[in-house]
C-alpha cells in the first residue's frame, strides 16, 4: 500500500498554485477516475454501503420526503448516483461544465433519474441556502483540495444554512489514535490483506500504463514536496472542529472504509477490467465486511497512523 507523507496544509493559495491545481486535474482527469472514481461495479462494491448508510442518517434527521440534498463539488457525480433514490433527490452542482456533462451522461447510461446536475460557482451557494431550496448537503471529498483561508471562507458560507441543516461530508482525516500494539495488529491485517490479495490476483496482469502514470504522479509530488495533487491535503481532527464547531454541532467523525476501497483501488489497475470485477464481486463484500468490524469496535483508527476517510456529520446550530 502506498503511504503518502503528511503535509502541512498551505495557508493561502496564490492565482500560480491554482493554476497547477486546475492544470493537474486536467491533465489527469481520465487516469483519476479510472483509479478513484472507478469502474461502476468496483464503485459501488467499494462505496456503496458507506453512503446507503449516510442515505439513511439524512432520512433519520429530516422528515420531508423526497428530501432534497444539494451534493456540492459532485464532479462526475458518482456519489450521487449511489445517494439518491426515490426518497432522496440530489442536486450536484460543480464549477466544471465539463464535469457536469460527464455526470449526465453517467446517470443516463444507468438510468438513475434520481439525480440532476447544475454548473454553479461556490458563491451562488448562499442564494441557494436563503431560498431554502435544499434540506441538506452532501460533500464527497471535495474540500480538503483548499488552503486553510480557503476553507475558513467556504465554512462560513456553510454556517448561512439554517438552523437544523444536515451537512454530512466524507473526506480524509487523520484521527491519530494509533498506538503500538495497534500497529502491530494493523500490520497482521494488512498481511492478510496482501495473501488475500496474491490469492486473487496472481494470474492478472497490472495495466502497465495505469500502473506508470501512477508512480509518475506520485514522483512528481515527492519532488514538488505535495501530498499528491498540488494543493490536495487531508485533514486532522482539530482542524476540523476548528472549522465548524462555531456554527454546527459535529456529531461523528468516523471512518468509513479502509481494506475494502484499497481492493477496489487496486482492482482498478488491472488490464482485464471484466476479470476485475468478477474478483471484485467475490473479494470486496468480504472486505468491506471486515473494516465494518474493525469500524463498529472502533479498532481501525487504532491500526493505522495514515489518513482514514471519514464521515462527519454536522448540524447547523
Not at 491545481?21 to 464503485?43: K, Q
Not at 432534497?68 to 456519489?79: D, F, M, N, T, V
Not at 448562499?126 to 480538503?144: K, P, T
Amino acid at each position: 500500500m502506498q503511504v503518502f507523507a503528511r503535509r502541512p496544509r498551505m495557508l493561502r493559495s496564490s492565482p500560480e498554485w491554482d493554476r497547477q491545481e486546475v492544470a493537474w486535474w486536467d491533465a489527469n482527469a481520465a487516469h483519476i477516475e479510472r483509479i478513484w472514481g472507478l469502474s461502476d461495479p468496483l464503485c459501488r462494491g467499494a462505496r456503496q454501503k458507506y453512503i446507503e448508510h449516510i442515505r439513511a442518517c439524512f432520512l433519520q434527521l429530516k422528515a420531508a420526503r423526497p428530501l432534497r440534498i444539494l451534493e456540492i463539488a459532485c464532479g462526475s457525480g458518482w456519489p450521487g448516483r449511489i445517494l439518491a433514490s426515490s426518497e432522496l433527490k440530489v442536486t450536484g452542482v460543480d464549477f466544471s461544465e465539463g464535469q457536469i456533462q460527464i455526470a449526465r451522461t453517467k446517470a443516463a447510461e444507468i438510468g438513475q433519474t434520481n439525480c440532476d446536475y447544475v454548473q454553479m460557482e461556490i458563491s451562488h451557494l448562499n442564494e441557494a441556502f436563503q431560498l431554502s431550496q435544499f434540506d441538506g448537503a452532501f460533500i464527497h471529498c471535495g474540500i480538503h483540495h483548499l488552503c486553510t483561508v480557503e476553507l475558513t471562507e467556504f465554512a462560513e458560507l456553510l454556517g448561512r444554512s439554517p438552523k437544523g441543516f444536515p451537512i454530512i461530508l466524507v473526506e480524509p482525516v487523520y484521527l491519530d489514535r494509533s498506538h503500538f500494539l495497534g500497529r502491530i495488529l494493523g500490520r497482521a491485517f494488512t498481511a492478510l490483506y496482501y495473501l488475500l490479495g496474491a490469492f486473487y490476483y496472481a494470474c492478472s496482469m497490472q495495466d502497465k500504463i495505469v500502473m506508470q502514470t501512477t508512480q509518475d504522479l506520485l514522483e512528481l509530488a515527492t519532488r514538488k514536496e505535495w501530498f499528491f495533487s498540488p494543493k490536495e491535503t487531508p485533514f486532522d481532527v482539530g482542524e476540523v472542529q476548528r472549522l465548524f464547531s462555531s456554527n454546527f454541532e459535529i456529531k461523528e467523525i468516523d471512518p468509513v472504509t479502509y481494506f475494502g476501497l484499497r481492493a477496489a483501488q487496486h482492482l482498478s489497475t488491472l488490464k482485464d477490467q471484466q476479470r476485475a470485477t468478477r474478483v471484485g464481486s467475490r473479494v470486496l463484500p468480504f472486505l468491506n465486511s471486515i473494516d465494518r468490524l474493525l469500524i463498529k469496535t472502533e479498532l481501525l483508527p487504532k491500526l493505522t497512523s495514515e489518513y482514514l476517510f471519514c464521515r462527519i456529520v454536522l448540524i447547523r446550530k
